[in-house]
């Protein structure tokens, strides 16, 4: 799958304000994304959008997820990183089903240096479980 061209400017100009190293990996999240609504039905329609100053991702028509967001983390040692609502068990549940595979901020983020390749398949997995939260 091909991921989608931006339909919010705001959020393209976001990911170009990036620095490079985290610009790519910002974005190889976005596709993750994308991916994993288009692998359940379920999920629905993804609509990208600002929240907090960082693109964010959203199930409006379905309501089934926690809102996901992608950003630069305050930490100097990671590059970029892919954020979920903090009063969600999602970085417990991801930590139990992948132990020691990610990087965590307590229970706001998965956390991703520059020079990572993280797993797909199971960050994939991950945010498809964010995007059922609210199915559970």
């Known amino acids: 799958m091909s991921t989608p061209a931006f339909a919010n400017s ?3 100009a976001l990911f170009d304000t990036m620095p490079k190293g985290s610009r790519r990996g910002a974005l190889a999240l976005r596709s993750l994304i994308f991916e994993a609504a288009a692998a359940n039905a379920r999920i629905g329609r993804i609509e990208e959008t600002i929240k907090w100053g960082q693109p964010a991702y959203l199930t ?3 309501r089934s997820g926690s809102t996901i967001r992608i950003g630069v983390p305050k930490s100097e040692d990671h590059d970029f990183a892919l954020f979920v609502h903090c009063q969600t068990d999602l970085t417990r549940r991801f930590d139990e089903t992948y132990p020691g595979l990610f990087t965590y901020e307590g229970t706001r983020a998965l956390l991703f240096d520059s020079s990572d ?4 398949k199971a960050l994939r997995h991950c945010i498809g479980m964010a995007l ?5």
């Open 10 to 12: 705001d959020v393209e």
């Open 60 to 62: 409006p028509d379905t």
């Open 117 to 120: 390749t993280p797993d797909s």
């Open 132 to 136: 059922t939260y609210h199915l559970r």
